[in-house]
C-alpha cells in the first residue's frame, strides 16, 4: 500500500480525498450556520428599530422590502410554534438552502456521472448540464424541512378539531351568566383535552395581554377550523350584549357531532392523498434510475432529447404542485 501510495502521485489525492471532502462540508455548515445567524440578527434589529433605516426618498421601498423578507421568517416562525416544535428559524432555513444546494448540484452531478459512464462504456455522449431539471430537484427538496413542519402542523390540527366536541361541552360546564368571559377561559383551562389544552393555555395567557377579542380570534386562527370561528363568534357576542349562550352552545355541539362523520373521512381522505404523492415522487425517482439501469439508451430519452426533458421537467413540477395542494387541502376549514 505504501509503496503504491509512494510511486503513484494521483493515489495521494485518491487517499485524501474523503478527508478534504469532510472538511469542506464541515467548514460549509459553520459558515453557512454563522451567516444565517447574522442575517436573522440584523433582520431582528432592523424590525425592532425600523426607525434608523428610514431615509429620506427610500422608505416605502425600504419598508416594502422588508415586510417582503419579514412574512416567510414570521411564517416559519409561527408554523414551528404550532408544531411545538423547539427549533428556530435559523436552522430551518439552513436546512432548507443546504438541501436545496444538495439537491441541485447532486443531480447535476449524478447527471454527468451517468453521461460520462455511459460515453465510456455503451453510447458516445457528452456531458451537458440540465439546469432546468435540476433546479426543480433542487426546489423539491430544499421544499421537504417545511413540509415536514407542515404536516406536523396538520396532524395538530386534526388532532384538535377532533376534541372540538369536548371543548364546548367543557366550556358548557363551566359557562355561567354572572361569569365574565376571561374568568370562564381560566376556570376551564385544567378540564381541556390534552390536544387543545397547549393552544387554550395560550389563549388564557393572551387574556392578560390583549383585548377578549383580539386573544379569541387569535385562538381561533391558529387552531383553523371552522368551528372555532363560530364558538369565537357566540362567546364575543354573548360577552358583548350579555345574553346566556347556554342553548347557543348545544345548538353548536350539535352541529358538531352531525358533521364529526364527514370530518373523519375529509381527514383520512387528506392522509391518504399526502402519502400517495409522498409515494410518487418517491416512486418517479426509481422508475427513472431503473430504466436507465435496464437500458443504457433511455438516458438519451430522458436528459438529451428535449421532448424527454420537457416531460420531466413537467413531471416534478405537477410533483411539487402536488405537494403544495396537499398543504392548502389541509388548511381548509374543517
Known sequence: MLERLTGDPLAWMESVKPALLG????????????????????WTYHRRHPSLYRYTGHKKDRRGLSVLASRPIRHIREELDLAELPLSVEPVLLAM???????????????QGL????????????????????????????????????????????????????????LIGHYRPRLTLADMIVSSADTMPDEVRAEWRRLELGLHMKSIDQALYEFAGRVDNEWAHDLTDLLLIGAQYGTDMTESLHHLVNK????????????????VYRLGT??????????????????????????????GKLLLLLSFAVMFVSMVLVIRTGRRAY
Open 23 to 42: 472538511i469542506w462540508i464541515i467548514g460549509s455548515l459553520g459558515l453557512s450556520l454563522q451567516l444565517a445567524r447574522v442575517l436573522m440578527s440584523a
Open 97 to 111: 438552502g443546504l438541501l436545496a444546494l444538495v439537491g441541485f448540484f447532486g443531480s447535476d452531478a449524478l447527471l
Open 115 to 170: 453521461s460520462r459512464q455511459l460515453s465510456i462504456g455503451v453510447l458516445p455522449l457528452q456531458g451537458t448540464h440540465i439546469w432546468s431539471l435540476s433546479g426543480m430537484v433542487g426546489i423539491i427538496s430544499g421544499s421537504v424541512p417545511y413540509f415536514l413542519i407542515r404536516f406536523r402542523v396538520m396532524r395538530k390540527r386534526g388532532r384538535i378539531a377532533m376534541r372540538m366536541i369536548m371543548l364546548v361541552q367543557n
Open 256 to 271: 358538531m357531532q352531525a358533521s364529526k362523520r364527514h370530518e373523519e373521512n375529509r381527514l383520512a381522505m387528506i392522509t
Open 278 to 307: 409522498t409515494f410518487m415522487v418517491a416512486f418517479a425517482f426509481f422508475v427513472i434510475g431503473f430504466n436507465v439501469y435496464a437500458d443504457p439508451v433511455n438516458y438519451i430519452r430522458y436528459f438529451v432529447e428535449p421532448g
